[in-house]
C-alpha cells in the first residue's frame, strides 16, 4: 500500500506531476500504437495480397510478445525495478518501427508487432502498477485517458497514410514519438525502483518487495481474484481491439464507406478517452463495481444497433458511444485490483492481468478474421454482441473484499 505523507512540499508536488507526466507520454504512445493498426489494414491487405485470415497475424504475433512480456515483467521488476524495466520496454516498439517503416515483407512486419507487444507489456505493467500503488483514481483514469488520446489522434494520421503509396511511412512518425518516450522515462527516472521514485514525490510505501520469501509467481497465481480479473481483461482488451481495428473494414464492406472510414476507428478511441475523464464522477456516484454492469448493458444496446440498422452515420455515432462506455473499465479494473490485491504483489499482478489480458486482443480479431473469410465481416457484430454478454456475466464473478495472503 503507498499513501500520501501528511505534509507534501512543492518540489514534491512538482516531482510527482513530472513523473505522472512522463507515464501519460508512455500511455499515450501506447495507444498511439493501437490505433494504427485499424486504419491501415485495407493497405495491409492490398500491398501484401493476403486475406482476412492471414492478416489477423499481426495481431496474434502482437499479443504473443504482449504475453512474453507479461511473464518476463515479474521477473523484470524484482530484479531491476521499476525504473530500469520501463526504459528496456521502451527500446522494443523504437527498433519494432525501425523495420516496419520500409514495408519489409509481412513476416518482418508481423515480428514488428511482436516487438511492440513485448515491450508495450513492460511498459504497461510498471506504469498501471505504479499509478495503482498511489491509490489515486482520478490520476488512474487520466493516465488512461493519455492511451485513449494516442488511440484518437494514431488513426486520423494512419487514415492520411493509407491512402497514400507509402502508408508504412505512418512508422516513420511512430519512431520519433518512441523515441521521445525513451528519452523521457530515462531522463526523469534515472533507472531507480519504484520505492525510490514514490519517495521522491512524497509518497511513503507500506511494505514493498521482497516482503515475504514466498515465490512471488506462486503468490500471485495463488489468488483467485487475479484470475477472474484476467479473465474480464481477455474479453474487454479483446472487444476493444477487435473493435478499433476491424469497424473500419466493417464500415468499408458492409456499409459502403470510402477510404475517409478510418477516422470512425479515431471516433471509437475518442468516445474512449472522453468515457475515462467526463465519467469519473458519474462512476463514484454509482459506485465502480456496479457502475461496470451499467455501461457494459449500454454497450449492448448500442452494439446491436450497429448490428441490426444499416446506416454509416448511425454506426459512427453509436461506436463512438461505445468507445466512451467501455472507456472507464479498465480503469476501474485497475483500480479495483489495488484495492482486493495485496500491495507488495500489485506491480507483479497487474501485470499478469493485463499481459492475460492481451490475448484478447489476438484471439478475438483473429476469431474475427477466421470468421470474416468463412461468412464475411458481417460475423463482426454478433461476436462482439456475445463477448459484452459474457464480460458483464465474469464482472459478478469478480470478488468485492481484498484478499489476504497467508
Same mark, same amino acid.
Given at each position: 500500500m503507498?499513501r500520501?505523507?501528511?505534509?507534501?512540499?512543492?518540489?514534491?508536488?512538482?516531482?510527482?506531476?513530472?513523473h505522472?507526466?512522463?507515464?501519460?507520454?508512455?500511455f499515450?504512445?501506447?495507444?498511439?500504437?493501437?490505433?494504427?493498426t485499424?486504419?491501415?489494414?485495407?493497405s495491409?491487405?492490398e500491398?501484401?495480397?493476403?486475406?482476412?485470415?492471414?492478416?489477423?497475424?499481426?495481431?496474434?504475433?502482437?499479443?504473443?510478445?504482449?504475453?512474453l512480456?507479461?511473464?518476463v515483467?515479474?521477473?523484470?521488476?524484482?530484479k531491476?525495478?521499476?525504473?530500469?524495466?520501463?526504459?528496456?520496454?521502451?527500446?522494443?516498439?523504437?527498433?519494432?518501427?525501425?523495420?516496419?517503416?520500409?514495408?519489409?515483407?509481412?513476416?518482418?512486419?508481423?515480428?514488428?508487432?511482436?516487438?511492440?507487444?513485448?515491450?508495450?507489456?513492460?511498459q504497461?505493467?510498471?506504469?498501471?502498477?505504479?499509478?495503482?500503488?498511489?491509490?489515486?483514481?482520478?490520476?488512474?483514469?487520466?493516465?488512461?485517458?493519455?492511451?485513449g488520446?494516442?488511440?484518437?489522434?494514431?488513426?486520423?494520421?494512419?487514415?492520411?497514410?493509407?491512402?497514400?503509396?507509402?502508408?508504412?511511412?505512418?512508422?516513420? /512518425? %511512430? @519512431? +520519433?514519438?518512441?523515441?521521445?518516450? &525513451? #528519452?523521457?522515462?530515462?531522463?526523469?527516472?534515472? $533507472?531507480?525502483?519504484?520505492?525510490?521514485?514514490?519517495?521522491?514525490?512524497?509518497?511513503?510505501?507500506?511494505?514493498g518487495?521482497?516482503?515475504?520469501?514466498?515465490?512471488i509467481?506462486r503468490?500471485?497465481?495463488?489468488?483467485?481474484?487475479?484470475?477472474?480479473?484476467?479473465?474480464?481483461?481477455?474479453?474487454?482488451?479483446?472487444?476493444?481491439?477487435?473493435?478499433?481495428?476491424?469497424?473500419?473494414?466493417?464500415?468499408?464492406?458492409?456499409?459502403g464507406?470510402?477510404?475517409?472510414?478510418?477516422? /470512425? %476507428? @479515431? +471516433?471509437?478511441?475518442?468516445?474512449? &478517452? #472522453?468515457?475515462?475523464?467526463?465519467?469519473?464522477? $458519474?462512476?463514484?456516484?454509482?459506485g465502480?463495481?456496479?457502475?461496470?454492469?451499467?455501461?457494459?448493458?449500454?454497450?449492448?444496446?448500442?452494439?446491436?444497433?450497429?448490428?441490426?440498422?444499416?446506416?454509416?452515420?448511425?454506426?459512427?455515432?453509436?461506436?463512438?458511444?461505445?468507445?466512451?462506455?467501455?472507456g472507464?473499465?479498465?480503469?476501474?479494473?485497475?483500480?479495483?485490483?489495488?484495492?482486493?490485491?495485496?500491495?507488495?504483489?500489485?506491480?507483479g499482478?497487474?501485470?499478469?492481468?493485463?499481459?492475460?489480458g492481451?490475448?484478447?486482443s489476438?484471439?478475438?480479431?483473429?476469431?474475427?478474421?477466421?470468421?470474416?473469410?468463412?461468412?464475411?465481416?458481417?460475423?463482426?457484430?454478433?461476436?462482439?454482441?456475445?463477448?459484452?454478454?459474457?464480460?458483464?456475466?465474469?464482472?459478478?464473478?469478480?470478488?468485492?473484499a481484498p484478499?489476504?495472503?497467508?
Amino acid at each position: 500500500m503507498v499513501r500520501a505523507q501528511p505534509e507534501t512540499t512543492k518540489r514534491q508536488k512538482r516531482y510527482s506531476l513530472i513523473h505522472f507526466a512522463a507515464l501519460c507520454w508512455c500511455f499515450l504512445l501506447n495507444g498511439w500504437n493501437d490505433g494504427t493498426t485499424g486504419p491501415l489494414l485495407p493497405s495491409m491487405q492490398e500491398y501484401y495480397h493476403i486475406n482476412f485470415s492471414i492478416v489477423s497475424m499481426l495481431f496474434v504475433f502482437g499479443c504473443a510478445g504482449f504475453i512474453l512480456g507479461a511473464g518476463v515483467n515479474v521477473w523484470l521488476n524484482d530484479k531491476l525495478g521499476f525504473g530500469k524495466t520501463i526504459v528496456i520496454g521502451s527500446l522494443f516498439p523504437l527498433v519494432a518501427y525501425a523495420i516496419q517503416s520500409p514495408a519489409p515483407p509481412f513476416p518482418v512486419m508481423v515480428f514488428g508487432y511482436f516487438l511492440c507487444g513485448f515491450g508495450n507489456a513492460l511498459q504497461n505493467a510498471q506504469g498501471n502498477g505504479f499509478v495503482a500503488s498511489m491509490h489515486h483514481a482520478t490520476k488512474l483514469n487520466l493516465v488512461m485517458a493519455a492511451y485513449g488520446v494516442g488511440a484518437f489522434v494514431s488513426p486520423l494520421v494512419a487514415t492520411h497514410f493509407a491512402g497514400t503509396r507509402h502508408w508504412s511511412f505512418h512508422f516513420l /512518425i %511512430s @519512431s +520519433g514519438i518512441a523515441v521521445l518516450n &525513451t #528519452v523521457i522515462q530515462c531522463v526523469v527516472f534515472r $533507472f531507480r525502483r519504484q520505492e525510490d521514485v514514490l519517495a521522491e514525490a512524497g509518497h511513503h510505501p507500506v511494505g514493498g518487495e521482497g516482503q515475504t520469501d514466498e515465490n512471488i509467481y506462486r503468490a500471485i497465481f495463488g489468488i483467485k481474484s487475479v484470475h477472474f480479473l484476467a479473465i474480464f481483461a481477455v474479453i474487454y482488451i479483446g472487444v476493444e481491439v477487435t473493435l478499433g481495428g476491424w469497424i473500419v473494414t466493417f464500415i468499408i464492406s458492409e456499409r459502403g464507406g470510402g477510404p475517409s472510414a478510418g477516422y /470512425i %476507428s @479515431s +471516433g471509437f478511441f475518442g468516445g474512449l &478517452t #472522453v468515457g475515462r475523464l467526463a465519467l469519473i464522477w $458519474f462512476s463514484k456516484k454509482v459506485g465502480e463495481f456496479r457502475v461496470v454492469f451499467l455501461y457494459g448493458i449500454l454497450a449492448i444496446a448500442l452494439e446491436l444497433t450497429i448490428w441490426f440498422i444499416p446506416s454509416i452515420i448511425e454506426n459512427a455515432i453509436a461506436v463512438s458511444f461505445i468507445g466512451m462506455l467501455l472507456g472507464p473499465m479498465f480503469p476501474i479494473l485497475v483500480g479495483h485490483a489495488s484495492r482486493i490485491l495485496p500491495a507488495w504483489l500489485l506491480t507483479g499482478s497487474v501485470g499478469w492481468i493485463t499481459g492475460v489480458g492481451v490475448s484478447g486482443s489476438a484471439v478475438l480479431p483473429l476469431i474475427t478474421g477466421v470468421l470474416a473469410s468463412k461468412f464475411g465481416i458481417r460475423s463482426l457484430q454478433p461476436l462482439v454482441v456475445s463477448m459484452m454478454c459474457t464480460m458483464v456475466g465474469v464482472w459478478a464473478l469478480i470478488p468485492r473484499a481484498p484478499h489476504r495472503v497467508k
